[in-house]
Every structure is written in C-alpha cells, then in structure tokens.
C-alpha cells in the first residue's frame, strides 16, 4: 500500500554518539548501521520512505532519552534542544514529515509548557514520552505520570488535542538488578518493555486520568504491549472482583480502548496477532508503524503490504487513514 502513515520512528542526537552506542550495543546487532540511520533524519529516511511506500512518519527522539536523565535541569535543557533540532530538521520537509514533542517528566507543569511550545511554535503532532522519568542517580526511584499531580499536564494534552504516546524504556536501578540483570535476555521487546507500558497505562485506568480526561488520546506502540490479550481477563477481574472491592474508574476497560485509547504495529509484525486486535479492539483503534532503526523497513512495509485482513478498507483504515483522522494530517 502507498501512502502508509508510520508512528513509531526514532532519531537521536548526534552529538550524543555516546549514549546512541550504549543503546545499540543493547539492542543492535549492527551499532554502526544503527548509528547512521538514527542519526539521519530528512535524507536516508525519505529514501526508505520512498521506496517503501511511506507517505508520512511523525518521528521521535530514541528511548530511553530524556526519562534517563537524572538531574531537571538536564533534563529540561535536553528536552528543548531535542525540539529545536528535530524541528530544524523536518522544515522543509513538512508534507513527508513531523515529530512528537520529547518532554522532561520532573515537572508536571513544565512539560506541559514546553509541549505547548512545540505545538503552538513547531506544529509537532503531540508528545511521545518514555515509560517512567528516572529521578535520582541510582535509578531506583522514578516518577510515573498516573497520580493527581499530573492533572496540568493531562488537561494541557487534552486542551491541545493531541496524541501522547506512552513509548518503553529500559528498567534501571533496584528493578534492573533484582528482576532483570538475572534473565537479561529479557530486558527490551521480548518482554520488560511491554509489562513496564502496560503497568503504566493501566495505572493511569485504575487511578482515574481518563475519568478526569475524557477526552485524552494515548497511543501505545507493539499491538498494544500485550493487554489486548489480556482483555477479557482484565475486565473480569476489574468489574467483578476489583470495582466491588472499591475500584472506581467510571468505565470498563473496553470503553478506555473505545474511547481513549489507539495501538500501533510497532515492532509486531504478524497477522495472526494483527487479526486478532483487529477482533477485539475494531479496526479504527489499530495504526501502523515500524519502529524503525529498531527494525526495518523492509520487514515492515513487506509485512503490512501483504495483509489482507477483511477487504481494502480495513488495511487503508490501519495503513493510514486512522492516523490521518487522528493526527489531522493533510494531503502528503
Ligand atoms: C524502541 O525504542 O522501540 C526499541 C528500542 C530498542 C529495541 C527495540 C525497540 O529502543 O523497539
């Protein structure tokens, strides 16, 4: 399919090649290829976008990023400088490409003004921020963003009417070495990525922000980081068991993902999997995306444009339209 919309796309900074070699030496297999194509934003990337049938990416900065950065200050800087380049980068090239917003995750209210600059000034397409802001050295305490202190900054998400992208990061500090260090073949895709999202988003179910928000829009990556499969089992156990012990979120986990709540193809490239979120979730829940350098163009694009699921519609809906309606993308 021409004309595919791709969600989950990452750069870095290239004055930061040393983090950029810490990351890939985790999770590339080749850190030099990694390198070139994270750092390229508006070059090699169009190329690929071009020849494998890629309208639109709305790209953003490499995980873990900013929500490693221990100190605010740091972290607020890094913050704004990611912005000002990605942006910097994309003018210019507006009609194939635009970015998410990276934020520092200390200060409720100062994330929700430096997305208000990058949404107001740079025309970014909301925020991507990674699963939990570390705040001290050690990595063993770290903020999450479910609790009522962070009511700015939902209100400020859904006043803008943006997308927030919850997006994984590594386990750091106590959490690392007692549940991960041991089984570190685990840590990333296979499986410490998607129960760090899924906690986190489910987190913010249970402690009410779509209550509070109901009109907020968040996007996960990775079919979903395995709740769509979980689905059932959850909410049994939340309408059941836990909202008669006292649980009070208004709705039920399936009208969160009716109404607030979108999943990307990621990195999760099957069609088994692809059917069956679409069974569960309704095709205009479901977005594509690569996850690119984290994996390639190829796989994807080949991938996506195979699928048949139930007609045209359907993988039109997925491949691009759903994005364009979300995003309020125009003509590309
Ligand atoms: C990602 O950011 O999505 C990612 C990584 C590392 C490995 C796989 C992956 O940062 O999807």
Redesign the pocket.
Known sequence: MLGKVAL?E?FALPRNAEVTEW?AG??AVDAAKHTREINDINKLRIEKMDKFGVGYKILSY??PGVQDVWEQEKADALAREVNDHVAGEIKGHEDRLGAFATLSMYDPKVAADELRRCVKDYGFKGALVNDTQRNDESGSSMIFYDGPEWDIFWSTVQELDVAFYL??RNPTGVFYEKLWAPRKWLL??PLS?AQGVSLHLLGMVTNGVFDRFPKLKVVI??LGEHIPFDLWRINHWFEDVKKPLGLDCKKTIREYFDQNIWITT??HFSTPTLEYCVRELGPERILFSI?YP??SFEDACNWYDGVKLDGEKTVKQIGRDNAKQLFKLGKF
């Open positions: 989950e990452a990351w985790l999770f490499t995980a997006h994984p990333g895709p990525f990556g990775h990621s990195g996850d984290f994996e």
